[in-house]
């Protein structure tokens, strides 16, 4: 159940890439929007409860992310500023809806995305220069 920003670091450069539209992502009907959702239940062993507590904080986070991949005016520097902005408030709502355990293991999801982007980002800059 990937839909949270939990999966949502790298869900900026991703969305940029999948380039659905808010709408798509807020209707679950987007493949990478069911796909984040269902990531994060099983990795995090969501309940019902859980997850229709974490569905709204997930939709707003996509929202936002859709609306900085596509603000033309901002630099990448100032992209991937905001978007960790999201997603500690993401996480930050989070946290009182999953359990120790589970909060423990979305960070460690957090931190995998965020060695992920990096690796992104240096292979941009690679094939650039190439």
Same mark, same amino acid.
């Given at each position: 159940?990937?839909? !949270?920003?939990?999966? !949502? ?5 991703a969305?940029?890439?999948v ?9 679950g009907?987007?493949?990478? !929007?069911t796909?984040?959702?269902e990531d ?7 309940? $019902?409860?859980?997850?229709? &507590?974490?569905?709204? $904080? ?9 609306? $900085? ?9 100032? &992209?991937?500023?905001?978007?960790k ?28 995305? &965020?060695?992920? $982007? ?10 650039? &220069?190439q």
């Amino acid at each position: 159940m990937m839909i !949270f920003l939990t999966m !949502f670091a790298p869900t900026i450069v991703a969305a940029q890439e999948v380039g659905n539209t808010y709408e798509a992502l807020k209707a679950g009907g987007s493949p990478y !929007f069911t796909a984040k959702i269902e990531d994060l239940t099983e990795k995090l062993q969501l309940n $019902i409860d859980q997850q229709s &507590k974490i569905k709204p $904080i997930a939709e707003q986070e996509v929202g936002y992310l859709e609306q $900085i991949r596509a603000n033309p005016v901002l630099s990448k520097k100032d &992209k991937l500023k905001r978007v960790k902005a999201i997603v500690s408030d993401s996480d930050s709502q989070m946290k009182s809806v999953l359990s120790t355990e589970q909060w423990q293991k979305l960070q460690v999801l957090r931190k995998e995305q &965020k060695n992920e $982007i990096s690796q992104m980002i240096k292979q941009n800059k690679v094939d650039q &220069k190439q």
